[in-house]
């Protein structure tokens, strides 16, 4: 589809969808999201994927400077623990991340918008799963409202 | 036994502390409070003589956080001749706690200073008070019975002590540093040992129990006040960072306007700075010229902290704070997982 | 990676001139997103000099055309969309370097795997994602700086966990190379299960025949240090230099003193089942494996043994051999690759009770025939019933048991060896009784080697094994003499069919190590789903694994039959000697750095090291702040996760990079 008919047929539609940024570890969940492709198992395209080394990459301030920078979603994802490549990373981000999600809670935004899981390198129809799973949950939310700057 | 006279007793067991202390060498400075400029302010005082212990002061006004004056980047205790220079400092509880988190930290060595414990029964909510005297001076400020006292040009008010503490203060079960124990000559009042605390967040049940939406509103209306002044980050012993993340480039990550997103992603990732960290003694409050509420925010990272990992912040320097430590059964409920 | 003498100087201060180049591989991108759509619109982005599409960028046409660019000076940082890294990213980074731009210029988007592969009838969807997927490369790769790969000397030795046949093939291999090796076996003798096996379909060779021989080739060879019942504990380090701790295990014997008498077996009280015959016999306390074990070494298992004393006495064991108060032994050697060869377990059928494994007497396992079969198991080679110590007179077969199985926590996948090793076992016990009643009920039956379709044939045609395509419905024995009377159904006849047999053997089939996990954590490798250890890529890099300097070959990959085994073995110990023949590897260079104006010293970042890389270090201008060891550093970020200044930072994952594919800001 060539860019000018795309973007007649968004105006077309009505539905919104959601833009969920999605970090996954690079030795399990990219290469899990790998085998979905290969295994052309389908999922909404509503993620954009950034490769890391490890879960335990991933900064509070990613997460947070993507819900402020228009992302409606975020998705973060890698080994399942106890299979870390880099042995704990996964373990020490898994504490980060239950923080993360209680302080998004009690501040009222809503924590749906965020979401962690395991995948492993073997998982691409589990990947495509939760990824399915997420999306749905970021939709039923609306659009990121809450961070909208004024100027 | 009134307020008032618990106050004036321990005042006067911290200054022969003091005294004894400097004459005996054991220190060569000690850190407390003394009055302030206006009547509902007190100040830190560093003292290094005898002669100056008298202006050591104690009561419910005391709310800054000593311990902060222990993390700047520049060593500021050393001497040229002498070297690092032993400190003592005045510590309620809360003080106490963020002592000894810092020498988790590796900021401070513990060995090095002394803790004077005090046993604190809580600090004024000074904004509540001025909230409520309006736009008339106070002239003077006194604790009688278990009120506090305030009066102006033509007028009187009691405020009841009970009520008008801060809201942090209310829920405190540390009230005089943990380890005083290990060195009994330093407590001023009375200063047993902790058996078991047991906290039971009370005090921010009925906000968590909101729907987020309430807790939304809540907490956006408290924090749009916000000036974006960082006397909060001045204030807490925990925000010792060369380079705090609002003021970085390369990449700038945050807006530092007060737009409300801004405001709210400022306190939001400041908070989680906190986990596991904040000893909850409300210095940030209590300093914002803006008298927004942070309490709520200290007292759910207490119970977060708690739940998760059974971790309460500042009582063994040897404990790792649950932020560098994990478990492999850590809880992970918020997972997602296939159905 | 090759020198090269063309270098473009780049010092990563310069303009970005980013060329994007996006593939249409095939269809398979093309075929579902307009290519030049994408190629246009990236080239509306800032710093974007340069946009291209062609079919196959990975072929030699497609380099060529990115480095004729790099030469002309148009680009001095590349972007190529297409499949995955994992796919292409080393191809496309020697282009890079060979055209003299430094590879680590060099930034890959997956609109593949990642867009259209996963979009397909969602083509405007898919459109979306190529594009941001583009974008977000692009904005990286303005952030790239060219970086020096880190060479690291590789040593040349060999860890060989695992000495079946597999595992004795890699080490006589990587030997015959130069190489030293270490060969571990958890058990006392080396050999694995084909020293359980009689004949090895389709040749019906003896399988010692062919084993022993290899086996004693191991013992006699001095760049072979053999450590039978030994386990690796710890292992360390990264490809050329793993710090490996191996724990002898005490056989409480003496083995210098040990003459081999083997008087101290005859003495012993305590019997138990013998787990090479699998319970079918018996053994003692002290015992050796089996006759013809290397080494032939006398070991007490001390989880049976009561310490009686008997084998102590001197009257017993004259060299006074016996060691009651025998202690494991920890060794620590360096090694510059590891093959795992792990093997198999065989499938225990107990859970299956219809079909009364464990509960009649006259149901085995496969394996169990084997050694029945076996010259020198319990009944030398004469198959009886358990019942009553006759031979039957009639065997009934059943395969795929624990194997194609799609219930909830059954095992998927086909084991591969079953089909053949029932015929096997069948044409065997017929060659002997050819008067028996043989059946082997089947869903498929699997003989896809050399010579296994003809074996088959044969077994059916000229031995009349009767082939029974049905799966068995039931299962019940006849309490006057334990016959096995078995229901199914002739699906070729389309006929019940009721058959009363004397023998049943289970055609059980393979599951990875119960403890396979013992060697993931390890060696931190990965397993696949159906929990054999994953390959890096399953078509082209089937013994290699993620981690650089650890392959695996053998069954511990997925079922397979000997020849496939030995395959493996010789190609995972070619991949060892690739490495170790070169005497040193690159390894990128993404490590940790400190910013140590940014630094605290708040400690954070040293205790999330799980590699303790980092350390603190007394800075003349910034007081006790981090500092990390590149050597130890493995660029893995959960130091930076942590860090409040943004004063450590990953290279190749910097803050600033990440930052830029987030932020909405160009």
Not at chain 1, 51 to 63: D, H, Q
Not at chain 2, 20 to 46: A, C, F, R
Not at chain 3, 502 to 514: H, K, M, Q, Y
Request: glycine letters at 8%; one cysteine or more.
């Amino acid at each position: 589809m060539t860019e000018q008919a795309i973007e007649e047929k968004k105006s077309e539609s009505k539905e919104w969808e959601p833009k969920i940024i999605a970090f996954l570890c690079n030795w399990c969940s990219y290469a899990g999201a790998d085998l979905a492709g290969v295994s052309r198992i389908q999922y909404p395209p509503n993620i954009r994927i950034v490769r890391v080394p490890c879960s335990g990459r991933i900064n509070a301030y990613f997460i947070i400077k993507s819900l402020t920078d228009g992302w409606d979603g975020v998705l973060i994802s890698g080994c399942h623990p106890g299979d870390c490549h880099y042995i704990s990373g996964n373990l020490v981000a898994r504490r980060r991340f239950a923080i993360i999600k209680e302080l998004l809670e009690f501040f009222g935004i809503e924590p749906g918008r965020v979401n962690f899981m395991w995948a492993s390198a073997a998982e691409g129809e589990r990947f495509a799963v939760l990824v399915r799973k997420a999306t749905e949950i970021v939709k039923k939310l609306g659009p990121n409202k809450k961070f909208e700057k004024k100027w | 036994m009134g307020l008032e006279t618990e106050n004036k007793e321990i005042e006067i067991s911290l200054r022969e502390v003091a005294r004894g202390l400097l004459k005996d060498k054991k220190v060569d400075v000690i850190i407390g409070y003394k009055k302030g400029t206006l009547p509902l302010l007190s100040q830190p005082i560093i003292i290094d003589s005898e002669k100056d212990v008298d202006k050591l002061i104690w009561n419910n006004l005391c709310y800054v956080n000593l311990a902060k004056y222990l993390v700047p980047r520049v060593p500021r205790f050393v001497d040229s001749e002498k070297g690092n220079l032993k400190v003592g400092v005045v510590s309620k509880g809360c003080v106490g706690r963020a002592l000894i988190h810092l020498a988790s930290e590796n900021k401070i060595k513990l060995d090095e200073i002394k803790i004077i414990g005090i046993p604190c029964n809580g600090v004024v909510n000074r904004q509540r008070i001025e909230m409520e005297i309006g736009e008339k001076e106070i002239l003077e400020v006194s604790v009688s019975g278990n009120s506090i006292i305030v009066k102006g040009k033509d007028f009187e008010k009691e405020f009841p002590f009970d009520e008008y503490m801060n809201d942090l203060c209310k829920g405190c079960k540390i009230r005089k540093p943990p380890l005083v124990s290990k060195a009994p000559d330093l407590c001023v009042g009375e200063c047993e040992e902790y058996s078991n605390i047991v906290d039971e967040f009370t005090d921010i049940e009925e906000f968590d129990s909101k729907t987020a939406e309430e807790k939304w509103e809540h907490i956006s209306e408290a924090l749009s006040v916000c000036t974006r002044c960082y006397a909060c980050r001045e204030a807490c012993p925990m925000c010792y960072c060369n380079l705090c993340f609002v003021d970085q480039n390369k990449p700038v990550w945050f807006g530092k306007t007060t737009d409300l997103p801004d405001i709210i992603v400022y306190h939001l990732i400041r908070a989680y700075h906190m986990a596991g960290r904040c000893v909850a003694c409300g210095a940030c409050s209590l300093v914002c010229p803006m008298g927004i509420d942070l309490n709520i925010i200290n007292r759910k990272l207490e119970k977060i902290v708690k739940e998760r990992f059974d971790f309460t912040s500042g009582l063994d320097p040897d404990v790792l704070p649950p932020m560098v430590d994990f478990k492999m059964e850590d809880a992970q409920e918020f997972m997602l997982e296939e159905d | 990676m090759t020198e090269t003498d063309k270098k473009i100087e780049i010092t990563g201060n310069e303009k970005p001139k980013i060329g994007v180049y996006v593939c249409h591989c095939g269809v398979n991108i093309g075929g579902v997103v307009s290519v030049p759509d994408l190629v246009e619109n990236a080239k509306t982005l800032p710093d974007v000099t340069v946009g291209r599409e062609y079919k196959f960028f990975c072929s030699d046409v497609g380099q060529k055309m990115i480095k004729e660019d790099i030469e002309a000076g148009l680009v001095n940082r590349v972007v190529v969309a297409a499949c995955s890294p994992r796919m292409h990213e080393p191809t496309f980074r020697i282009a890079c370097q060979e055209a003299g731009l430094n590879q680590f210029l060099f930034e890959m988007a997956n609109i593949r795997e990642h867009s259209t592969w996963v979009h397909m009838k969602e083509p405007e969807g898919a459109y979306e994602v190529a594009k941001d997927h583009i974008r977000l490369a692009i904005a990286k790769a303005r952030n790239l700086a060219p970086l020096a790969v880190q060479k690291v000397s590789v040593e040349p030795v060999s860890l060989v966990i695992g000495a079946g046949i597999t595992g004795m093939n890699a080490a006589i291999d990587l030997t015959k190379a130069g190489y030293k090796v270490y060969l571990v076996d958890r058990s006392a003798t080396i050999g694995g299960h084909m020293a359980q096996l009689d004949k090895t379909f389709p040749t019906m060779d003896c399988s010692s025949c062919i084993l022993t021989p290899k086996m004693s080739e191991i013992s006699r060879n001095k760049d072979i240090e053999l450590l039978t019942y030994s386990e690796v504990t710890e292992v360390t380090g990264y490809v050329g230099n793993f710090e490996v701790t191996i724990k002898k295990k005490p056989h409480y014997i003496d083995q210098v003193k040990c003459n081999g008498c083997g008087i101290c077996v005859d003495a012993c009280p305590i019997t138990v089942a013998n787990e090479f015959d699998l319970g079918l016999s018996t053994r003692k306390a002290i015992y050796v494996p089996f006759p013809q074990a290397i080494p032939s070494q006398y070991t007490i298992d001390m989880d049976s043994c009561v310490e009686c004393g008997i084998c102590a006495r001197e009257t017993v064991c004259e060299p006074l051999a016996i060691n009651y108060d025998d202690e494991p032994e920890y060794i620590q050697v360096k090694v510059g690759t590891i093959i795992v060869a792990t093997g198999y377990d065989e499938y225990d059928p107990t859970e299956l009770k219809q079909y009364g494994y464990g509960k009649y007497p006259n149901v085995i396992t496969g394996l169990q025939m084997e050694r029945l079969l076996s010259s020198f198991g319990p009944v030398v080679g004469k198959p009886v019933k358990p019942s009553d110590l006759e031979a039957p007179h009639s065997i009934a077969f059943l395969q795929c048991v624990g194997s194609r199985n799609f219930r909830e926590g059954g095992n998927k996948y086909c084991s591969r060896v079953c089909c053949m090793y029932a015929t096997k076992q069948a044409r065997q016990y017929k060659e002997k009784h050819p008067e028996a009643d043989i059946y082997i009920f089947y869903m498929d039956i699997r003989a896809f080697g050399k010579g296994y379709e003809e074996f088959y044939e044969s077994a059916a045609r000229d031995y009349g094994i009767n082939y029974v395509r049905g799966r068995i419905a039931e299962v019940r024995e006849n309490p006057l003499n334990h016959n096995i009377i078995i229901r199914s159904e002739d699906t070729l006849l389309q006929q019940p069919i009721e058959v009363e047999v004397e023998l049943f053997v289970l055609s059980t089939g393979i599951e990875p190590r119960a403890d396979s996990d013992s060697i993931t954590n390890l060696l931190r490798i990965q397993k696949s789903a159906d929990g054999f250890f994953l390959e890096a890529h399953p078509k082209l890099r089937p013994v290699d694994t993620l981690t650089e300097g650890i392959f695996i070959a053998g069954v511990s990959q997925g079922p397979k039959d000997i020849p496939d085994s030995v395959a493996q073995a010789k190609g995972a110990a070619a991949s060892a000697i690739g490495l170790m023949a070169k005497g040193e590897v690159e390894i990128e260079p993404f490590f940790a750095v400190i910013h140590p104006d940014r630094c605290s010293g708040c400690g954070m970042c040293i205790q999330n090291c799980a590699y303790g890389a980092i350390e603190y270090v007394d800075d003349r201008r910034f007081g006790e702040i981090a500092s990390v060891n590149v050597a130890l550093c493995k660029g893995c970020g959960a130091c930076s996760g942590n860090c409040r200044s943004s004063a450590i930072d990953i290279i190749g994952f910097s803050s600033e990079q990440l930052n830029s594919m987030i932020t909405k800001r160009e």
